[in-house]
């Protein structure tokens, strides 16, 4: 039988401990293709180089196992990598590991999330891994078993179409996990507290500071289970409707 | 009775004419408080600027009218416009007119549609308009009506909270267009074509160019609204969970 395939990205960039961590953690698993920014996109959300060239570097070629840098954001990643580098789509793209947690409205932000969702528009099962850490020196262990697990599953079974997995990880020791649970994505909000600063010609600049307000915190959100202890997998669509407010509209149409 | 205010943001940029028509059309309805990006950032979708100070230029400052440009991202305008620059929440945000179509999944890499959402997730009705047309020229009359009407509508009667509105506008003369038409998103993917070149130091580098290929334009979609002629209304959700897919899951750990 064929080894399977796994495409990885990430949006903190290819040397980030996080994605090298979820490398070690997959590599028995399947063949590997990484195509990873050459420098950090954080924030960067599902934005696309227009206007500018994009580079690929080759910075290891060994059989079944490829890791590439790409001068783009982490969308650009995934489209040039899949177009140019793979001649069957793979059968698994994973992107992270992000340095922080995507839960909640995170994601809107999230050039982690972003890359998985590309990779379902593009019909590749996508899973995106977050750690509820936002700092560089992290320490991922508590990642690897439900890693391991849950692209285990993803290889043997594969994902529906047009879903998205959005995976996070609460910063515990791995003995301290409770488990993985399946969610909903909360609503939340960030709190800004711009930092408004005047420089040294009299003109106002503004620092992006704040912190996360998970505003619903109820049992069956995911920043619920992160909370508790559990890893919190939430499906994601890519159909963005509310179909709640379409019936509503549609009824009050035919009542008018 | 105190007059309502508006909030009109865009990612094309604070001189673009899209959003100058936007701004003629609803001048009349409302105070007008303009907060767009100094330059054109499409393709941005929903990044934010990290690690890199904000400016904000005042550019008009008359009573009832206020514009500004700023240095960083459609959302960035959105998140420092909201807080640094109204003492109240306003009535309403609208965001565009964008150059180009955000129907279908185009909405991912939209950063109208993303400053869209940003007014939402912070509590204001939020309304994105596009015209299906690129080009920096376009005509953008036809735009007029649906956008006095819709946000006329608006300011009557609140949309209801965490929804955001995708309104696009099929590029026709303003006697050609059918009426407005509420939808659901279609499903779609851009095929992407990327143009592999070499530099004269022998290196390759990557253009994205690439269609957009609009997969479901079905009855209901928006993309069949539109190339049957309609304005196309979509409203959006902030909650991207699949509950469909959640919902079997959970099915099937009953059943297991």
Redo the contacts between chains.
């Keep these: 039988m064929k080894r399977q395939h796994i495409f990885i990205t990430n949006d903190d960039g290819v040397d980030a401990p996080g994605i090298r961590s979820l490398i070690n953690f997959v590599r028995p698993l399947a063949d590997i293709t990484v195509v990873a920014p050459q420098k950090g996109h ?9 206007g500018v ?4 570097k080759r910075l290891v070629n060994e059989p079944g196992y490829r890791i590439f840098s790409c001068s783009g954001t982490p ?2 990643c995934v ?2 990598g899949l ?2 580098l793979c001649e069957e789509p793979p059968d698994l793209l994973i992107s992270g590991i992000n340095h922080g947690s995507n839960a909640g ?1 995170n ?3 999230s050039g982690t999330m ?1 890359a998985a ?1 590309e990779g379902t ?2 019909g590749i099962p996508s899973i995106g891994f977050s750690l509820c850490n936002y700092s560089h020196n992290a320490d991922f262990s508590a990642c690897k078993n439900p890693v391991i697990e849950i692209v285990n599953n993803a290889l043997e079974n594969p994902l ?1 179409k ?2 998205t997995y959005n995976v996070n990880i609460p910063d515990l020791k791995p003995e301290e996990i409770k488990g993985i649970k ?1 969610c ?2 909360g ?1 939340g ?2 709190v ?1 507290e ?1 930092d ?2 005047t420089d040294p010609f009299g ?6 500071t704040g912190r996360y307000d998970p505003v619903e915190v109820v049992d069956g959100t995911d920043h619920h289970a992160l909370e508790n202890g559990f890893v919190s997998m ?13 019936k509503n ?2 009824e009050n ?1 035919q009542k008018g």
């Design positions: 954080s924030g960067q959300s599902h934005a696309v180089t227009v060239p994009i580079r690929l969308v650009d489209k040039l177009q140019q409205i994601l809107f932000y972003a969702s528009i593009n529906p047009g879903v399946e909903r994505m609503i909000r960030w800004e711009f408004k600063r003109r106002d600049y503004f620092w992006l939430v499906p994601l669509t890519l159909d963005m409707t509310n179909y709640t407010y379409l509209i549609a149409v």
